[in-house]
């Protein structure tokens, strides 16, 4: 069987019948993609153990992959091939009885208070050449550092899923295809409310909510890795979107947020997800501290 038409009939399969993400088929895409140019095969028979496993060894060693790209490389290849043997087109899965490596056991980066403060203060002075940008990019990173949401759920909202008068925002299809619902803070409540009058006089009237300056769209995704990278260099602060999530989660927790809440907040299906952030908010592990009954001994 020709890998590509196999790799074509699996991501129709994982999207149609699994209702996987286009994220998700992306990477398998790109995964399988991979493994072909470095074993230049054209066909599934071969892609053996034996090359399947130097594949790997050369990510590892040659390409200093850290454990955990080893492992998702190894995730998206192995269910595909699954796939593939439960289709008849192979008869063994390359990938099964490999040895994962061990992963690092990290704690999530985080903005402190002040520095997320003091982005949030420069990305709304700067000397923009338009007034909407400010309020706009203003809205979009407190977005970001008061409600937590990805990248990924930020540019895909739509107007009808933010609610200001009952203070949520609707993640329609988040990681995992859930649905939930994050209350927000009157501070950003007001700051999105700035946002919508300057979107309401400049005419814009497409569903999405944050929309780019000059045409009538949604904000891309590469306007906003330019914006990220301008908010990086004019604030001297070295961040990621996702860091700006886990500022959220360390913030929420240090003002005394309790970790269920914060699980549902972030969108996690596992709780054990989310109790990462309790080992990485000093503050509020030393709150708990002081609630030793001998600390007025």
Request: glycine share 4%; net charge positive; charged share 25%.
């Amino acid at each position: 069987m020709d890998i590509t038409t196999a790799l074509d009939k699996f991501c129709d399969y994982s999207q149609y019948m699994r209702g996987y993400s286009r994220d998700t088929i992306k990477r398998y895409r790109g995964t399988v993609r991979l493994l072909q140019r470095f074993l230049h095969v054209c066909n599934l028979e071969e892609c053996t153990e034996s090359k399947t496993r130097e594949f790997f060894y050369h990510g590892r060693q040659v390409q200093h992959w850290a454990p955990n790209s080893f492992i998702t490389y190894h995730k998206s290849l192995s269910v595909f091939f699954r796939w593939c043997v439960s289709q008849g087109y192979i008869q063994t899965n390359p990938t099964d009885d490999m040895e994962m490596p061990k992963t690092e056991k990290k704690l999530p980066s985080k903005l402190t208070k002040q520095e997320a403060l003091r982005l949030l203060e420069i990305v709304y002075n700067y000397p923009y050449p338009y007034t909407y940008q400010r309020y706009r990019n203003y809205a979009i990173f407190a977005t970001f550092v008061f409600a937590g949401l990805r990248k990924s759920e930020l540019l895909r909202l739509k107007m009808v899923d933010v609610d200001l008068a009952n203070q949520s925002i609707y993640v329609h299809q988040g990681k995992g295809s859930k649905d939930r619902i994050v209350p927000i803070s009157s501070t950003l409540v007001g700051i999105l409310q700035r946002y919508l009058e300057q979107r309401a006089r400049l005419h814009k009237t497409c569903p999405e909510f944050f929309t780019s300056l000059n045409r009538n769209m949604g904000f891309t995704e590469t306007g906003m890795k330019r914006l990220v990278e301008f908010a990086r260099n004019a604030s001297g602060i070295p961040f990621s979107v996702h860091k700006l999530r886990h500022t959220f989660a360390t913030l929420m927790l240090e003002g005394g947020c309790d970790i269920f809440s914060l699980s549902k907040m972030l969108g996690h299906s596992d709780i054990k997800t989310t109790t990462i952030y309790l080992a990485a908010s000093p503050e509020h592990l030393r709150s708990q501290m002081r609630k030793h009954p001998l600390n007025d001994f």
